[in-house]
């Protein structure tokens, strides 16, 4: 039976592609999860503008993105810790407070896209990562510094 793949399938394709599987395991599995469609007449046109229409919001949000990180290229935050003895800070700076100082900032920024390895225990200047879409990373300075 062919079907058309609306999401990706581990070892079998990709979304959008068509691929020639068994009867009992596109009706049993790949049909009532919705992970396929028949491949039909039908099926083929209504996938191929559902597909049109999410490359085209896929292609508007990477322009955002783009845009976005043009905004942030130069953009440098400073974040100012307590610190004891040694120049040790209490705590640490975290991908949560970074987005609360661009969100003050003016600037819409999630946490979860903030690339932080690790949270920053350290003061000094750091390149922090924002992976603002798959396809486009921007990288903002964030100064540690003594309160």
């Known amino acids: 039976m062919k079907v058309i793949l609306t999401e990706t399938v581990e070892r079998l394709g990709e979304a959008g592609e068509i691929v020639d599987v068994k009867n009992g395991y596109a009706r049993n599995y790949l049909l009532p999860r919705s ?6 007449q039908g099926n083929m046109a209504v996938y191929e503008e559902v597909s049109r229409q999410r490359e085209a919001q896929q292609n508007r949000e990477k322009r955002e993105a783009e845009a976005l990180a ?12 307590t610190v004891g003895e040694g120049d040790r ?14 969100n003050e900032q003016g600037r819409e920024i999630d946490r979860r896209l903030v690339q932080l390895e690790e949270p920053i225990r350290a003061l000094g ?8 879409h798959p396809e486009v990373e921007a990288t903002i300075k964030v100064w540690v510094v003594k309160e």
């Open 35 to 40: 992970l396929a469609l028949v491949a039909n």
């Open 70 to 81: 043009k905004t942030l290229k130069n953009v440098s935050l400073n974040v100012a810790v």
């Open 89 to 102: 800070i209490f705590g640490s700076v975290t991908a949560q407070q970074i987005a609360d100082l661009l």
């Open 125 to 132: 200047v750091y390149d922090v990562p924002l992976r603002l």
